[in-house]
């Protein structure tokens, strides 16, 4: 995951920096608008833009404005001190995806980026194909042998990321930080309960098996899923 951080205070862009980096990010840091603005446009594999709304040089909302303007669909979240709620629909409208005030608690930043990049991730995602299990990230749909199967937010998420992840393992940490934000006790069984409804619905009515557990290291879900 590899976002551009956009702030003028320095001592804030390290503390950013450090964080996001410690948190398995891939980080580049602009000190101005005009940067900001000239690296998105390179479009070179960032996945998320992090703008403070006083940038010297082009403000983070005249960065966004222009992008969208282009076409450029990255996700924008941006950081400000103005908390009137004038300046925060100023800011959406002008093409930003979120909006956090300062200051601001580093895990909901975290937690804010991640759903954007999920967010970012599947817009133009092709359907993943697994046998006769097709699982469709832009209309969350689910489909096996023709016949749609009807699944809950979370089970969704839940199936669409093992999907992703054919042919590895999925541990349950990543589970919980992609799809709860990590806001779930490792040790709670809500992991196994969702895993329990999805393989009642996408396994059980089609003699069919999935998702392999591998006790003490996670899931996988295999390429061709085999029948039983």
């Excluded at 969350?140 to 054919?166: C, M, P, Q």
């Amino acid at each position: 995951m590899r976002v551009l951080v956009a702030e003028d205070d320095v001592r804030l862009a390290d503390v950013l920096q450090e964080s996001l980096a410690e948190a398995g990010w891939q980080v580049e840091v602009v000190h101005d608008g005009r940067s900001a603005y000239q690296r998105l446009l390179s479009d070179s594999g960032l996945d998320v833009a992090l703008l403070d709304w006083m940038l010297p040089g082009m403000d983070g909302v005249t960065v966004a404005r222009r992008l969208r303007d282009l076409g450029i669909a990255l996700p924008i979240m941006m950081l400000t001190a103005r908390g009137d709620v004038r300046d925060r629909v100023s800011g959406l409208d002008a093409g930003a995806d979120d909006y956090l005030p300062k200051p601001f608690d580093l895990d909901e930043l975290l937690a804010r980026l991640r759903a954007l990049y999920r967010r970012g991730a599947v817009v133009g995602e092709a359907p993943v194909r697994l046998g006769d299990l097709v699982v469709d990230p832009v209309a969350r749909r689910v489909t096996r042998r023709g016949a749609e199967i009807v699944l809950s937010a979370r089970e969704f998420d839940i199936l669409h990321l093992l999907v992703s992840h054919a042919g590895r393992v999925v541990s349950r940490l990543t589970i919980l930080d992609e799809v709860w934000d990590g806001e779930t006790d490792l040790r709670s069984n809500v992991i196994d309960v969702h895993l329990a409804a999805i393989r009642a619905k996408i396994d059980k009515p089609f003699g069919t098996e999935t998702i392999t557990t591998l006790r003490g290291v996670g899931y996988r879900v295999d390429p061709a899923p085999a029948a039983r």
